[in-house]
């Protein structure tokens, strides 16, 4: 009678963890349905630019771009310095431009040819 017993309630335990597992398979456990909030993305308007470009402090010249406070607007850099050259045109001009190939100063080089019409 204990063997009997004893061989039930071990059925009965892996009876029980068997649904366990299924439940937690196909309906998540309940932890995972309280999963932190996911990150949203931001506005297709301007307003989060605005916002930042309001709270901005600056008593220079605020860089449209990447709100870097700067003395003059040629001073800004380039939002994105690993992909982009920063090339000065002169007359307190300066452009952002994609890397234009393998040897530094390669699209400073192009952006010369291109104001001579050469390119």
């Known amino acids: 009678m204990k063997t009997a017993l004893s061989v039930v309630l071990l059925l009965m335990g892996l009876a029980s963890a068997q649904f366990q597992f299924f439940d937690q398979f196909f309906h998540g456990s309940h932890q995972q349905q309280q999963a932190p909030q996911e990150k949203q993305n931001v506005a297709s308007d301007s307003s989060w630019y605005r916002s930042n470009w309001e709270g901005a402090t600056c008593d220079k010249y605020l860089c449209p771009d990447t709100l870097a406070c700067v003395h003059f607007p040629h001073h800004c850099p380039c939002p994105h310095p690993d992909v982009e050259d920063k090339v000065e045109l002169?007359?307190?001009?300066?452009?952002?431009?994609?890397?234009?190939?393998f040897k530094a100063g390669e699209a400073a080089r192009k952006v010369e040819l291109a104001r001579k019409g050469l390119l």
């Open 90 to 101: 002169g007359d307190g001009i300066a452009i952002c431009a994609s890397k234009g190939g």
